[in-house]
C-alpha cells in the first residue's frame, strides 16, 4: 500500500517535469536541467558570435519553451549564462549587413528578430541573464529583452552600432529605454558607452552586480529555485501583466525597418568592412576584446 503510494505520488511528480531541452543542433548552447530551471551556457568559440548557428539554436530552444509546442509545463526559469569567460553572448555577424544581401543573410536576420520576439513575448518562462564577461551589440540588445540581469566582475554589456552609423534596432534600444531613462539610454546609445557591473546596477539595467563569478552564480541560482518553488500560473501571470512597459509590436516593427533603411548606404558599408578588418574576421582579437570603444579607431581615435 505504502510502496504503491509513493509509486503512484512518483509518477504524478514525474508527469509535471518539463521535458529536457533536444541537444542544440549546431552545438553553440549546452543545457543544464532540473525540475523548474533550466540553465543555458553559450559555448560558440571563439566570440560567442550571433550568427547563423547559435540564432539558429536559440530560436529553436525558445520555440520549444512555448506551451503549444510541449507535452510538458515548460520551465519556470531560464538562466543564460556563458562559458567564456571573456565573452558573455557576442555581436551580431557583421557580414549580414554586408551587401549584397543573400538568402542566408535574410535567414538569419529573420531568425533573429523571431528570437527577440520570443523573449518578449514567451510569458510562462522567466528568462534571467547571469553576465559576467562581455555584451556587446546583439549580445546587449538579446539579454535587455529579457527579465533580469545580474553582473559578474567582468561584465561589460553596451550596444556600438550607432558608432558604425546603424542603430541597435530589432528592439534593444527600445528595450534599454524601458530600463533606464530617457537621457541615461541615450548617452549610453549615442555615446556608445560600456556598462561595468556597479554602473549598470545604478542605472537600472542590471539588477545586481556581485565581486566574483562564485557569488553571482549563487545570487542567480538561489533567485531561480526561489522562483522555482511557486506555482506557474501566477509567475505566468506576474509577467504578462508587467509586459505592459514593453515596446508595442508597432514600435518593435518600425525599430527593424528603421534598421535596415540605414544598412545599405556607402558610409555605413563602409564602416561594416572595415570592421571586419580590424576584427580580422570576428575573431578574438584586441578590436573584439576593446568593444566597445575600439569602434573609435574608425575614427582615427587610436585606444
Ligand atoms: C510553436 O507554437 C507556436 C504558437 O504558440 C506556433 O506558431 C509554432 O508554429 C509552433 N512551432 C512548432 C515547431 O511547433
Ligand atoms: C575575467 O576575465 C579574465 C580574462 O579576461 C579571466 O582571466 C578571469 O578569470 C575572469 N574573472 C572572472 C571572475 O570571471
Ligand atoms: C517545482 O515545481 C513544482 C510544481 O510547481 C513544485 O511542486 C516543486 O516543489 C518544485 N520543485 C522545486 C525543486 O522547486
Ligand atoms: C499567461 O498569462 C496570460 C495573461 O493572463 C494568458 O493570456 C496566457 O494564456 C497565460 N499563459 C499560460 C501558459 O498560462
Ligand atoms: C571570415 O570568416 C568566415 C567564416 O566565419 C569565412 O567564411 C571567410 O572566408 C573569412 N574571411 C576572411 C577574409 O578571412
Do not use: C, W
Amino acid at each position: 500500500m505504502n510502496t504503491l503510494l509513493v509509486l503512484g505520488l512518483s509518477v504524478v511528480a514525474a508527469a509535471v517535469l518539463p521535458a529536457a531541452p533536444a541537444p542544440a543542433r549546431y552545438g553553440t548552447l549546452e543545457f543544464q536541467q532540473n525540475a523548474n530551471v533550466t540553465r543555458v551556457t553559450f559555448n560558440h568559440p571563439p566570440i560567442n558570435l550571433v550568427d547563423q548557428y547559435l540564432t539558429s539554436d536559440l530560436l529553436d530552444f525558445l520555440v520549444s519553451l512555448q506551451p503549444a509546442n510541449r507535452t510538458t509545463p515548460p520551465p519556470k526559469v531560464v538562466i543564460f549564462d556563458s562559458a567564456n569567460p571573456d565573452f558573455f553572448l557576442g555581436h551580431i555577424d557583421i557580414t549580414s549587413i554586408q551587401q549584397p544581401e543573400t538568402p542566408a543573410k535574410e535567414a538569419l536576420t529573420e531568425n533573429y528578430i523571431a528570437v527577440a520576439n520570443l523573449f518578449n513575448s514567451i510569458t510562462s518562462t522567466i528568462f534571467i541573464a547571469e553576465i559576467n564577461g562581455r555584451a556587446f551589440g546583439a549580445g546587449q540588445e538579446l539579454s535587455v529583452q529579457m527579465d533580469m540581469r545580474f553582473a559578474g566582475p567582468n561584465a561589460s554589456a553596451g550596444s556600438f552600432e550607432n558608432g558604425l552609423g546603424l542603430v541597435a534596432g530589432g528592439g534593444g534600444q527600445l528595450f534599454l529605454a524601458t530600463l533606464l531613462n530617457r537621457g541615461q539610454a541615450l548617452e549610453y546609445l549615442l555615446g556608445i558607452k560600456a556598462f561595468d557591473g556597479p554602473t549598470g546596477t545604478a542605472l537600472g539595467l542590471f539588477n545586481n552586480h556581485y565581486a566574483t563569478a562564485d557569488e553571482l552564480r549563487e545570487a542567480v541560482d538561489a533567485l531561480a529555485s526561489r522562483i522555482g518553488l511557486f506555482p506557474a500560473a501566477g509567475l505566468n501571470e506576474t509577467k504578462s501583466a508587467l509586459s505592459f512597459r514593453n515596446p508595442t509590436a508597432a514600435q518593435l516593427d518600425a525599430d527593424v525597418i528603421g534598421f535596415y533603411e540605414l544598412d545599405g548606404l556607402p558610409v555605413e558599408q563602409a564602416n561594416v568592412n572595415e570592421v571586419l578588418y580590424l576584427s580580422h574576421n570576428q575573431t578574438l582579437s584586441p578590436f573584439e576584446l576593446g568593444l566597445p570603444y575600439s569602434v573609435l579607431e574608425l575614427y582615427g581615435i587610436d585606444q
